[in-house]
């Protein structure tokens, strides 16, 4: 089963912040998120297992909410280069191929 | 530090015919996948090898497609009888396999379009 992504896109000032949500039917072992641009292959940013926790580099943070099967992206004061189309993968088990949402499109306006 | 590569970059075929593509993962990867990616949707797994075996094929994967990795090191994807519905991005990820993690870090993929 497809995790279902919202929203379905974002328009943000520089500097804003923004939150996407990945939800999920099954039990999950593993949340990963990516970003890809126009024509290029999706970028890992992190990885969140089973447990509940949090994650994150530089204003980019996740969290992973096992029992309601949630993750949530936290991208703050957003940079113009921030702007792309977020995916998030599930996986529930340690080696399985992911299964990806639909994406979020992220614009960052200057 | 290299990342995955993919070759060829672009391929452009006529209906019919056969075609292949390579991937090459992170040399201490030994998790190799295959995923496909159309216009306006995340990208959809197609199968996965550990080391040179071949450990998980998805649905999608119809007996028309058929993936290698015979020596546990680069893989490839070949489709025999294109089809117009084949068009897409093919991608390729590898990833470690220790520390109870999936991490997959993706290669720039192969554009298809099928005439």
Not at chain 1, 17 to 31: E, G, M, Q, T
Not at chain 1, 46 to 57: D, R
Not at chain 2, 27 to 49: C, D, I, K, M
Not at chain 2, 60 to 78: I, N, V, Y
Request: aromatic share 10%.
């Amino acid at each position: 089963q497809q995790p279902v992504q919202s929203p379905q896109a974002v328009i943000l000032r520089e500097g804003e912040d923004a939150v996407i949500n990945c939800s999920s039917s099954k039990a999950l072992y593993s949340v990963h998120w990516y970003r890809q641009k126009h024509g290029e292959a999706p970028v890992f940013l992190m990885i969140l297992l089973k447990g509940g926790e949090q994650k994150g580099h530089d204003k980019i943070s996740a969290s992973f909410n096992e029992k309601k099967q949630q993750s949530s992206l936290y991208l703050t004061a957003s940079q113009l280069s921030y702007s792309g189309t977020y995916f998030c993968g599930t996986a529930g088990g340690g080696a399985d191929g992911l299964t990806f949402g639909k994406g979020t499109h992220l614009i960052i306006q200057p | 530090d290299t990342g995955v590569s993919q070759d060829p970059r672009h391929k452009i075929t006529k209906r019919g015919q056969n075609v292949t593509f390579r991937c090459d993962p992170i040399s201490e990867h030994n998790r190799l996948y295959w995923y496909r990616q159309t216009l306006g949707q995340g990208p959809e797994f197609l199968t996965y090898f550990q080391n040179e075996a071949q450990l998980e094929k998805s649905r999608l994967l119809s007996d028309r497609f058929s993936a290698e990795r015979p020596k546990g090191s680069f893989s490839t994807l070949e489709i025999q009888r294109t089809e117009q519905g084949d068009s897409a991005m093919y991608l390729c990820a590898s990833g470690p396999s220790w520390g109870g993690i999936n991490t997959q870090y993706f290669g720039p993929g192969t554009r298809l379009t099928v005439l």
